[in-house]
């Protein structure tokens, strides 16, 4: 029944293909594949034996790409039958020298002769020559011998491979098939050389190498035989039981580490190996290997793959480092052996703790407990394209230590376009001053209501100066970008873990000290007023400097990982230029964001 119900949904499928081939689409369809349809619609027997064959089929035969491919062939093949298909001359190198030649000794030569004096120099053009005369002359690079004929009738099927060696790296590794010792090939890189040529693939057995047998070699061994061989490579493979899926993964990450191959003792291969910064932008195409992902850096014109680390292997090995850091038993870095289930259990000690500002205006969240803000091990982050939404703005954060000109740089921001630019007023339990209005400055709130609302984690940040309260309600953030305007936030670092989320999609932008001595000079040049100093009525001691620089590399080591851009303040100026740049591309650009995000 149910072949019967397949075989009467297959020739339906087939009858409308053929249908619509009759009836004319624009399309203009083949004679022959018209054909073909008709006889397998009127031939059940011939019908493909799942669905998922009919579906191909289908698809294949209605493709408008087989049809242009038909369409080419046909032309070639009357081309070819009718003699008009061939070069006119096979040395037209030597017709563009003489051109150039005779052009060059014409004393007054019209605009259309410098022209053609000129594009006959360019080397594209004199590449498509180079070519045209290759192609002409038949000239054919890599001659290939003949495969050879002498494959036992005996042997289990086998393919023989001929490939040419090049600058170029195969683009695949080998390994020792553990449960039988032969040699396989263990991983094939993406758009590489073997990828490309489609013959080999993950777990093909490799028989012989350029007619030496590699039964019982090492890796090793047959490394070197490549290493020896010159020109053409002809590899015997018995191919893979079934041909593992190399179609390419979409997934985008964000890198949150600097990777060296080269320096890296795990990687099977350094020659494979993809190097990347902390920041980078990683398309990865394959996540078929537990331990080894094969990546491209985003916007790489380059089409083979790279070999990286996989999340799980760089979260053991940034695990492994940190146990030697703190002079704990490691956990072995086995990178052979299944992956045990990764606890993050360590918290580094970190040697660089700024000690906090002592008299601190406001002293937001107080606890300054941040030690376990590391506890989550940055590796990749999965990312995608997030494209501005008119009228809805993504709120700028400004992040930065204590003193570095957060403020400063806010301010100039909002003075640019104050209708556009908001700031959300603080919430205070402190009584109103004489001239104060609710609204303006603060929002005056009793202590019970205040505490209620940070208890309900309604304040993405909030701290106590003087026994009064003082804070920021994410509710007011929202406000502004509901309202369409762009929020323009300066919070305490820690403010972060709760800003950074899928509903407000902050872009956030560290404001980085430059070295100390830049950063003395800098600001006493101007006279600028410490942020430590209650009244603001004095210069930066040389100690609230050091602070500001320690405090700084402890937020880089704790939250760099969610920067989107990094500014330095070193001339005001710059710094507020750049600023304005990076603003304007949030509103005007796609940008890369936690994936999260946009779905
Ligand atoms: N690049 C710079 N060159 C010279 N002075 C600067 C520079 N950036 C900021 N300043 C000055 O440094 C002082 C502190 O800046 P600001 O108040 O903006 O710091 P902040 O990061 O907001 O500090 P806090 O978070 O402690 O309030 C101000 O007087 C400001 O004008």
Redesign the pocket.
Known sequence: MQNYVREEKARIELFKMSEVMANGTNIKWDPVLSRLLTSLRNNSGNLPSTEEDLSFLSDLLQSKELHALVNVHNKIISNGASGTFFPMLSTSMHVMVDVLEELASVPHASDECRELFYLLQKPNIQGVLCAHDAVAQKDYYPHLPEIPPDVDEEEETVKIVQLVKSNEPLGATIKTDEATGKIIIARVMHGGAADRSGLIHVGDEVVEVNNINVEGKTPNDVLSILQNSEGTITFKLVPADGKLNLRESKVRVRAHFNYNAETDQYIPCKEAGLNFEKGDILHIVSQDDAYWWQARKEGDRNMRAGLIPSRALQERRIIHERSQANNEEPEPLCVGSPLPVLTCNQSPKSSHCASG?KT??IMYDTTENDDFDREHIPTYEEVAKLYPRPGIYRPIV?I????????????RLIDTNPVKYKTPIPFTSRPVRPGEVDGKEYFFVSREHMEEDIEANKFMEYGEYKGNLYGTSTESVKAIISSGHVCIL?P?YQALKILRNPELKPYIIY?KPPPLEELKE??N????????DVN?SRG?TDEEFSDIIKSAQRIEFLYDHFFDATIV????AV?FSQILQKVSSVETEPLWVPASWVQ
């Open positions: 500002p601190k205006k400004l930065g230590a204590p003193g570095i000109g957060r403020n400063e740089l806010k301010r300066n305490h404001i800098t600001r040049a101007v006279h600028a007023r410490s942020t430590f603001n930066f303040n070193a001339d005001l710094a």
